[in-house]
């Protein structure tokens, strides 16, 4: 996405700013006072799928949402550094950098993951472990054939230089998009599908997010999950086609302090469906017990 092209006419445009710190360069969004909270967002996605809820939860937070390495605004200086490891690495390196010490975070999707993968790197100010919500967190394995073929087909498709060119080509972008999204289980507003067709328009932002599936691996991660201390609460959407809500409440169950709860009529993208909803979840300290 360009910066000067696309960004005057982005969600929150007016709180968005540049970051340097190697080995990218960071678009961030900023708004509110009070406790920090880090907002990571999924896999070909960006800060826009955070629009409606920044703004509900900067009235009692520091929201800090940032763009993933390549994806929206965002400029990756590593291609190599773009799996759960290496992204997990650079946001603490850059939390540490900016004093970023977040009480809360809140990541979506693969977000989820980066989240809990950032469980025990970052702390509050007090020096407490931060809070963790995720909203359909990518925690599961693939499962048979699509075990070792889907990895295969990312990799494939990521070492293609051509595959994000030819990707973006072609003017059905709006209907792709559509089905791209109705494929997860979500109905959006047109608003939401077109900023959706803008970013899959996009040759680097298509490039980074096929990069950074051919790089995903989760297994790590899931290992470490019964070492994770920090209050978990894990959000699924009862119509999430892209990540079924067992996946989340296997995890709580292996997390110490974690609680899973569905929302009921919701997809994947449910914090766009229903912002207030998952911020009013968010906010009851009875879902988190």
């Given amino acids: 996405m360009d910066w000067h092209r696309d960004l005057p006419s982005w969600p929150l445009h007016e709180q968005s700013r540049r970051v340097p710190h190697p080995p990218h360069h960071w678009h961030v969004q900023e708004m509110g006072s009070g406790p920090l909270a880090l907002l990571l967002h999924g896999a070909g996605a960006s800060t826009h799928s955070w629009r409606d809820l920044i703004p509900a939860l900067a009235q009692s937070?520091?929201?800090?949402?940032?763009?993933?390495?390549?994806?929206?605004?965002?400029?990756?200086g590593a291609r190599r550094r773009l799996g759960l490891p290496g992204m997990t690495d650079d946001i603490a390196a850059l939390c540490a950098a900016q004093d970023w010490r977040p009480a809360l975070i809140l990541g979506h999707s693969a977000g989820g993951a980066l989240a809990l993968s950032l469980a025990t790197r970052l702390t509050t100010p007090e020096g407490a472990p931060p809070d963790i919500a995720c909203v359909n967190a990518a925690l599961g394995r693939f499962e048979g054939v699509?075990?070792?073929?889907?990895?295969?087909?990312?990799?494939?498709?990521?070492?293609?230089p051509f595959t994000a060119t030819l990707f973006t080509l072609g003017s059905d972008k709006a209907a792709r998009a559509r089905r791209l999204i109705e494929g997860t289980g979500s109905t959006l507003t047109q608003e939401g599908l077109a900023l959706y067709a803008r970013l899959i328009?996009?040759?680097?932002?298509?490039?980074?997010?096929?990069?950074?599936?051919?790089?995903?691996?989760?297994?790590?991660?899931?290992?470490t999950l019964p070492e994770i201390p920090?209050?978990?609460?894990?959000?699924?959407?009862?119509?999430?086609?892209?990540?079924?809500?067992?996946?989340?409440?296997?995890?709580?169950?292996?997390?110490?302090?974690?609680?899973?709860?569905?929302?009921?009529?919701?997809?994947?993208?449910?914090?766009?469906?229903?912002?207030?909803?998952?911020?009013?979840?968010?906010?009851?300290?009875?879902?988190?017990?």
């Fill in 201 to 223: 328009g996009d040759r680097a932002h298509v490039d980074a997010t096929l990069q950074m599936m051919a790089q995903w691996e989760i297994d790590p991660l899931l290992e």
């Fill in 146 to 160: 699509a075990g070792w073929l889907f990895p295969v087909l990312a990799k494939l498709l990521a070492l293609n």
């Fill in 230 to 289: 920090n209050r978990c609460l894990l959000l699924t959407g009862a119509r999430d086609l892209a990540v079924p809500p067992e996946t989340s409440e296997r995890a709580a169950a292996r997390l110490p302090l974690a609680r899973a709860q569905t929302l009921d009529g919701l997809g994947h993208l449910a914090h766009e469906e229903d912002p207030s909803r998952v911020l009013s979840v968010l906010r009851d300290p009875h879902a988190w017990r």
């Fill in 61 to 76: 937070h520091r929201v800090i949402a940032l763009d993933l390495p390549g994806q929206g605004f965002s400029r990756a």
